[in-house]
Structures are given as structure tokens and as C-alpha cells.
T-cell receptor, first 115, second 113 residues
Framework: DAGVTQSPTHLIKTRGQQVTLRCSPK?????VSWYQQALGQGPQFIFQ???????QRGNFPDRFSGHQFPNYSSELNVNALLLGDSALYLC??????????????FGPGTRLTVL | GESVGLHLPTLSVQEGDNSIINCAYS??????FIWYKQESGKGPQFIID?????DKRQGQRVTVLLNKTVKHLSLQIAATQPGDSAVYFC????????????FGTGTRLTIIP
């Protein structure tokens, strides 16, 4: 049973560029959440996708956008990259609507460095 | 805004001893809490959770205590092992569906051989 997978593992971009990160959820899960983890900090919620729609969003600018595909996989897009976007981007999958006691399984993350 | 924070950024414990990691939360509406362990180069791994209608929950070598009066929770790890060395986060979530997780900064636990 495959867990949450993310690609690529590492990525280096320059300011102003655009980036796309990918996530495949754990088998049987239908919901994907994205988090940004700056060095030495806890993860910060970016947004969550279910049924191919953004269901909830954290305090992130519109430069951050996403998509969910019919197979439940998801992409995170960041436009006009800033130095401050350098972070570990984590994807978490879960099963929607299970009443709150719903463990979110995290992937290993994508390390994005903006130069 | 609401936040979940931790008292100590680092903690060193002798192998075999018990460790206690503390966490303070500020959102009085939070009623579900989770402890995660994050090893270097990996994503957070679920350890144990607790609902606000409980004050204690035990797992394998781990116990979570919740004190709603002072908005405090702790993670106790018994008989620590070298593999317990990691960063530990507490996280808070509301009680409905797949709400977002709000994480604290984390505590780095180092087990001394």
C-alpha cells in the first residue's frame, strides 16, 4: 500500500519563476492538503482540495494555487517566486468527512529553494 | 491570530529516561489535538491524538495529557530510545471534517546515548 508520494524531491528556482509541485495521496484517500514549512518552523496550512475543488484556504496570497485531478492527485503552483517562498512543501492526504478523527498522512515533502 | 506554541525549542534526554514535551494552545475552540514526530528529511508522522473530552490517552510508550483549564497539552515518551530523536510538533484542529491543522514551532528532542 503506497503512502503519500511527492515530486520532485528538491527543486531550485530563481525569483520571478513559476513552479509546480505534485502529490499522490495514500491509496483510498480522496482529500489533499498542502502545507509550507519554513526552516525551523512548524508547517503552515496553504489549502485543501476535495472533489477537485479548493475547500479551505490558509493565509497565503493568490500566487499560490492548486488543482486536484479525478484520480485525487494534486498539484501546487506558485507564481512569481520570492526568496521567502523557499521552504519544504508538504502534502497530506486524508479521507473526507470522517468526523474529525481523521489522521492526515504526510508525504516526505519537496524542498524548494528560490535564489 | 490563534496559534499553537511550544514552551521549549530543545530538549536533551538520557537514553532510557522518560521525556516530557509541552505545548500551549490559545484557541479555546480547539477540541482535537495531535502530536507529530518529524525526522530529518521526512514529513511529519502521526504519534497520538486526543479529544477535548479526554484528559489522558496512552499509546505504545507515549502518553498525551490535556489540561483544558490552562490550555496545555504534553507528550510523555517512556524509556526513550535513540530513534526517538526528532522534532515533535503539537497541532490543533477543529472537530468537523478535514479542517486545517495548526502547528506549533516544534521541540527538538535529542536522546543522549
Amino acid at each position: 500500500d503506497a503512502g503519500v508520494t511527492q515530486s520532485p524531491t528538491h527543486l531550485i528556482k530563481t525569483r520571478g519563476q513559476q513552479v509546480t509541485l505534485r502529490c499522490s495521496p495514500k491509496s483510498g484517500h480522496d482529500t489533499v492538503s498542502w502545507y509550507q514549512q519554513a526552516l525551523g518552523q512548524g508547517p503552515q496550512f496553504i489549502f485543501q482540495y476535495y472533489e477537485e475543488e479548493e475547500r479551505q484556504r490558509g493565509n497565503f496570497p493568490d500566487r499560490f494555487s492548486g488543482h486536484q485531478f479525478p484520480n485525487y492527485s494534486s498539484e501546487l503552483n506558485v507564481n512569481a517566486l520570492l526568496l521567502g517562498d523557499s521552504a519544504l512543501y508538504l502534502c497530506a492526504s486524508s479521507l473526507y468527512g470522517t468526523g474529525g478523527d481523521n489522521e492526515q498522512f504526510f508525504g516526505p515533502g519537496t524542498r524548494l529553494t528560490v535564489l | 491570530g490563534e496559534s499553537v506554541g511550544l514552551h521549549l525549542p530543545t530538549l536533551s534526554v538520557q537514553e532510557g529516561d522518560n521525556s516530557i514535551i509541552n505545548c500551549a494552545y490559545s484557541n479555546s475552540a480547539s477540541d482535537y489535538f495531535i502530536w507529530y514526530k518529524q525526522e530529518s528529511g521526512k514529513g511529519p508522522q502521526f504519534i497520538i491524538d486526543i479529544r477535548s473530552n479526554m484528559d489522558k490517552r496512552q499509546g505504545q510508550r507515549v502518553t498525551v495529557l490535556l489540561n483544558k483549564t490552562v490550555k496545555h497539552l504534553s507528550l510523555q515518551i517512556a524509556a526513550t530510545q535513540p530513534g526517538d530523536s526528532a522534532v515533535y510538533f503539537c497541532a490543533e484542529r477543529s472537530n468537523f471534517g478535514n479542517e486545517k491543522l495548526t502547528f506549533g514551532t516544534g521541540t527538538r528532542l535529542t536522546i543522549i546515548p
